[in-house]
């Protein structure tokens, strides 16, 4: 089959590799229809995960058929379409059974997380899935790969870090600080489950523009005087709630800025260095920070909003090519600003 | 009356004042009982807390007797024997309403904590208690004025700032950094409440031994290697809970560094200075982070199972003074560690 | 003023009764500028309220201007435009603080309901409200009346004993028996929380039409086949949540017949008369039940949604009258389903 | 091997019959140590469950040790000493997904009490266990089996029907009527989490004194101004939290007389008959009632109380015998009141 291969820093090929197999009886293999690329595929080849071997196929996220399933597998079969999940799922050790399998103990490294970073990826005509009862969902006929491909990842993420995590409650003003793709998945959510005002602060006019179009009541551009905006929108105290979709110190040091006493903090970014806190200020204010990486538990509940018409996932794809075309793909997402995308959308 | 009046950094008398009078018809005066001296009454005499004007009556906690109530007051009448809550709590706006009165609006400031901060305290023979309808409650005729004293703060503290905003479930290890006073009364209200291991960790032999007596399961000695002592306390992977009772960077990151992934830090310290959080690594753990003032709306609570002889709050007084002795009974608590004390009780 | 005045089942009349004036420090005089009629005013007119003595003016709900306050409202001052909440909140009792006013213990009864029940209600051109600092709502300037007068009751009665005691979930599916204006409250605050799927069911085919302009995915005539046709609309076992908007044994038992296991039934309907429960059969089904009257708590965070434009509260008004045709519109109202109505609007 | 059969209504016997053998990959055949009978095994004897047949191997508790393991299972292997699950959990349906195995739809019955009810059970020397990985648990080395015995159901149960459901906060006052084996251990794991007054009610003066040994603060004798006396231990207005544990008509009703507005009921009672419920007034009360079978989802909290020496869970055994001794054990057992029984201890 061919399928996209890191081969460190800087260097990926769409190249032939050999089929996966089933490996254990709980797998299943299964054919890439549709699939997608993840912000954490642009780290990867840059070297910033330096779990990532040389010689990995990568990405995470997809929709396809089932092909074969081993003999423990008992959920699902040959023929079945299939949402992947960007999560496998042991189901069986103690954090999978408390509804935490981001980090499942299974593994050496008690990560969920593994598809595309410790195991070969969904970047493929073809994919192993361990865990398959667990790490699949069944799409109802009603939905189309369009839709359902975002439900692997980007919409769990956006919603789970950002609006679970964050305790959104009905009535809430919402900031949401970076309106890229993540961004938009919570506002998406966060509009749907009984904000009353959410507010998108990006720096890109492209995606404060989306972001409307997502369900933000208003927009900010982020930078100097920014916080004064927000405040303006609320009572004067703050947002209830704010939520980081972006990974640099200044961004979640803004996001605590923007929050009242009581107020909620969720961090989705994926971050590289450390950031200072000013304690000396918060200790006082009730905050409840968060951050973390998806569960992908919320993948159901969303398919069923979306089955319902209720979420329209597919805004989140602006652009589409075929596999082959990933290249292609690649230059149009890594530049995502200037070519005014959110995400692409790879069919097979 | 007599009252302890703070006269600027490093200053403080036990002189002659007027007495209080009811001002507002919501008000109470209240006298003096029994009261007791707060870690923070520290700091304001060192001059480390900038909203407290020279020529203010300091102390935040007591238990007295109602002496006078303003027209508008029902719950309270004359000869009443109350505690006095450390937030004062107007009862009416968003916030008292919303359950969060440590972030009362009815004042300039948006802080509950009035008594002996913005307004005169309880280190005196009378006190003024504005909306005490909100501020006061009645004590039951079988809790003594040594358990009741420590309601007014100290055990809502560790037990809302901690244990509630730590999330503690049952079955929970819980770790607790600093088990001065208020890390014990964390300790004490964990135990209480389902844990099923609690670690005290601090430098000072003294207080590691009090820590086993309010209900610690294991202690740990700070520093080198605590770490790993403490991992080694559980799965290996860390505590479910870390509670930071100090107030310094270095705590706070000790706390962080005890958690597993999904794990709760709820911080108490007050703290002078920013905090760096290694956010590189924190991101992927899926971790809670709380901090905050008390909202003493616990003390009812509190009270049930102190007057069920369930929680034996007056372990907290190690040393009982005369109130006019005051400055004897402040330097004991100046040097509470040299002199094996917790609280001091202040006897009218 | 004019007020309309109960004299015993059967007998209500408009006629000129003696204004209101304030009584305690806590009171405020409205002026009513919107009203409208309750189901519960119908039981009262034919007696089935034994608690509503003769001469009682009636009437709960209303938008008003605020002509006096007494010298211990902080929060209202003449001229304000306001919401009257069904309930009136002492504020100070365990109940309200604990956010139960539904069960304010500040009066004999024990009960929050007092206007038009207890004391003088709304029907009229004036009324006092005790505790207006916890039982009033100011409306911002771009809510209109005719959204603002269904938050004083209607709204905050759909969702808070319909929608929160049924803990609907996001993706759940519920059915709503009784499609009233109550139940349309519950249909119009589900949809908006998240649900995937919200089936009315009612006998009446305008109350059908109605549930689907109001949010429901779905509708099915009450009856024989009923259960079969909701559980279809499933996975075949059943709603995630089913609300009773009715008050009949039998609409009871249907609701609890329509929910899977692990489902909750949210009770709203008034009942006169005992219902059997098959505890036979449901011991074992881990069924949550609940009943209740509102606390209007959620008055404000209604009014937030009305406010952003995310609930269209207007939509629960079909009719509009002068406040002196009460007479006219009360027989609209008391043949609701004949007259294709659902709430009367009565404007002074 | 040895094992009591089930061979129609009041015929039981303790005969010779085949080993058991893994059918499935993942199950586990356990060698018993440790079983106890259970009131439900009583309720088989007389007949009174349709749904086992005559054959039938019954009883679904106990300690043991695994003797084979199918090639699926991961997490248990010979020679690993365990405590069976009374739930048989297969870990993937939607149901055990979500943490509710007492409704597992792998099987046709929908419902996760398998073991000697579906499939051949514990009250034998051997015993199969399908879905092995998720319906065995693990015993710490310092835990008897004499305290792990009642981790299969007995604890479990008291702890999540009675106290999980009925919502048991720090401070509340809980009734729990009926003081056998299972109102016990609601007692004792009420006492544990935070309640400041329990109140156990029977009428049985054995059951009455045990309740005091469990953790009761007071008892009350069942009957003729029971309720008064129950209302005299609160402010007047009733329990926050009544725990039902007979079954009866007569004492769920008690139960329900028995709380507070707002209070909450929980059904651990099996019931055979309807029961009316006076919903006239109940409706207006903000009650919340539940029921259910147990989850058993617990028992790895309650196992690390009992490790930790917090829950004396060896209490509920008041008689020992062989396994072989069974017949006379099982006398015991159901004259439960007149030998002074709780549960009866039966080891290999």
């Known amino acids: 089959m061919k399928a996209l291969v890191y081969h460190g820093p800087g260097r990926k090929s769409w190249e032939t590799v050999p089929d996966p197999k089933i490996v254990d009886g709980t797998d299943a293999i299964v054919r890439i229809d549709t699939t997608t690329i993840c912000g954490t595929d642009l ?14 196929i990568i990405g995470h996220e997809g929709v396809g058929t089932v092909v074969a399933v081993g003999k423990g597998v008992t959920n699902f079969k040959k023929g079945d379409r299939v949402i992947i999940s960007c999560i496998t799922k042991c189901g069986t050790c103690a954090f999978c059974q408390a509804g935490f399998p981001d980090h499942c103990q299974s593994n050496d490294a008690g990560i969920g997380w593994l598809l595309g970073h410790r195991i070969d990826g969904t970047l493929a005509e073809l994919v192993r899935i361990p865990h398959a009862d667990f790490s699949l969902h069944h799409v109802p006929e009603n939905v189309t790969d369009e839709q359902a491909v975002f439900l692997s990842d980007s919409l769990p993420t956006g919603y789970e870090v950002g609006v679970l995590a964050g305790a959104v409650k009905p009535g809430d003003v919402v900031a949401v600080v970076g309106t890229g793709a993540v961004g938009l998945a919570s506002i998406m959510t966060t509009s749907l489950y009984g904000a009353s005002r959410i507010i998108g602060i990006d ?42 979709a972006v990974g640099y110190p200044e961004t979640l040091q803004t996001a605590i800025s923007l929050v009242r006493p009581r107020g909620h903090v969720a961090n989705i970014g994926v971050h590289g260095v450390p950031v200072e806190f000013p304690m000396e200020a918060l200790w006082i204010q009730n905050l409840t920070i968060t951050m973390g990486l998806v569960d992908a538990t919320s993948t159901g509940t969303l398919l069923k909003m979306v089955a319902s018409g209720r979420i329209k996932s597919e805004k989140m794809g602006t652009h589409t090519f075929k596999l082959k075309e990933i290249d292609k793909a690649w230059d149009v997402f890594a530049n995502a600003a200037k070519e005014k995308a959110l995400k692409v959308v790879l069919k097979a």
Chains 1, 2, 3, 4 share one sequence.
């Open 43 to 56: 780290h990867i080849l840059h070297g910033d995960v330096a779990t990532v071997d040389a010689g990995r």
């Open 203 to 244: 720096t890109n006019a492209f995606r404060l523009r989306k972001a409307k179009e997502f369900g933000a009541t208003d927009t900010v551009v982020a930078g100097e005087g920014a916080r004064e905006k927000v405040l303006a929108l609320t009572d004067g105290l703050g947002a209830d709630v704010a939520i980081e």
